[in-house]
Every structure is written in C-alpha cells, then in structure tokens.
C-alpha cells in the first residue's frame, strides 16, 4: 500500500469567502458567493495552479456584493511583471490593495496591518518580485465587501491585474501574527516556494 499525504484545507469559522480558483473554478466553498468572468476568457492552468488574469483583455472576476464584515483580506499572486501598476483586488471601490511597479499598497483601509509571506511589512515601501507571495492585510475596522471584484479595482477608471491570482479568502476577524506565518507555512507548497 501506498501512502499519499493530503496536505491540509486551512480553514476556521471566521472564514466568510474562499475562493480556491487552483480547480478552475470561480465559486466559493464557504458561502454562497459566485464570481462572473468579465473581459474576455480567463484560463486556469494546472502547472500555475491559480487563475490567469491579462489586463490588456481587461479581465476580472466579478462577485457584486461579498461579506459585508471583512477584517483579513488573504491571496496568493504572483505578477507578470513587476514593473507594471497592478490591482489584485478591490472590496468596494474604496479599500484595495494595489502592486506599483513592486511596491505593494493598502489603500483605504482604516489602520491596515499588511504581511507579506508571513512576515509583517510596510505598506507603500516593501517591494516583492515576479515570484509567488501570500500577501494579507489585516484591519481591525471592519470593509463592507460592497462590489468585490478580483484581478481589477474600480477607483474609476477600473485599473487590472496581470498575471496568476490563487487561494483568495476573506475572514470577518483579525488573523493575528501567528495565524498569517502558519498559514504562509501551511500553504507555500502549492506555490513552489
């Protein structure tokens, strides 16, 4: 007999969307928000195991109305290229985080924590590469998720993302330190990292 390890689902009660996008699809395995591809095809692949955004085709994953309590914003992103201006993800227009050529930014958020791969960092002056990072923002007032949208922000004109965007979860608590590092940890290996 062979045995195979499963690596472990990482989840917990103050989990309000989880959106894998690593099986292809765009539905949320702990609610009942659905996401609508906009400009054009996206394409899941399973060597990158994420979903792939072109923002020259303008697209993005549409949700509408999502959690109207979000205290933790989670994703994995990895960019085609570092030197763009990029928009992961945008919870209403207001709070959004955003990639400008490698210097990753919170925006909106009343007093944001931001970490990237697991360790704290500082929001307008840590820079990252064209490789996988888990970046999480944490705040303790909470974001209405009132037109969620993924791989695009709407601060009008609507600005995109290019590149893999994977493993999108929001939490209607503050994941605390530990919780952001064990969740890097427990995770990184779907990623290569």
Do not use: C
């Given at each position: 007999?062979?045995i195979?390890?499963?690596?472990?689902?990482?989840?917990?009660?103050?989990?309000?969307?989880?959106?894998k996008?690593?099986?292809?699809t765009?539905n949320?395995?702990?609610g009942?928000?659905?996401?609508?591809?906009s400009?054009?095809?996206g394409?899941?692949?399973v060597a990158?195991?994420?979903f792939?955004?072109?923002?020259?085709?303008?697209?993005?994953?549409d949700?509408?109305?999502?959690?109207?309590?979000?205290?933790?914003?989670?994703?994995w992103i990895?960019?085609?290229?570092?030197?763009?201006?990029?928009?992961?993800?945008?919870?209403?227009?207001?709070d959004y985080?955003?990639?400008?050529?490698?210097?990753?930014?919170?925006?909106?958020?009343?007093s944001?924590?931001?970490?990237?791969d697991?360790?704290?960092?500082?929001?307008?002056?840590?820079?990252?590469?064209?490789?996988?990072?888990?970046?999480?923002?944490?705040?303790?007032?909470?974001?209405?998720?009132?037109?969620?949208?993924i791989?695009?922000?709407?601060?009008?004109?609507a600005?995109?993302?290019?590149?893999?965007i994977?493993?999108v979860?929001?939490?209607?608590a503050v994941?605390?330190?530990?919780?952001v590092?064990?969740?890097?940890?427990?995770?990184k290996?779907?990623?290569?990292?």
């Open positions: 007999m062979q195979k390890y499963l690596a472990p689902e990482v989840s917990d009660s103050t989990e309000v969307l989880h959106m996008m690593w099986e292809g765009i949320d395995y702990v009942s928000f659905t996401g609508t591809l400009g054009g095809t394409t899941p692949t990158s195991q994420a792939a955004f072109n923002a020259t085709n303008t697209q993005y994953i949700i509408g109305a999502g959690p109207a309590s979000v205290k933790t914003v989670s994703l990895k960019q085609d290229d570092v030197a763009a201006n990029e928009y992961p993800i945008d919870l209403n227009g207001t985080l955003s990639v400008e050529t490698g210097v990753v930014t919170v925006n909106g958020f009343t944001p924590t931001l970490y990237v697991g360790l704290v960092a500082t929001s307008g002056v840590t820079t990252i590469n064209a490789w996988w990072h888990l970046i999480t923002i944490t705040d303790t007032t909470a974001a209405n998720a009132t037109d969620l949208d791989g695009r922000a709407d601060i009008g004109p600005v995109y993302y290019d590149g893999l994977s493993d979860r929001l939490y209607s994941r605390t330190a530990i919780q590092r064990d969740f890097y940890n427990q995770t290996w779907r990623y290569g990292v």
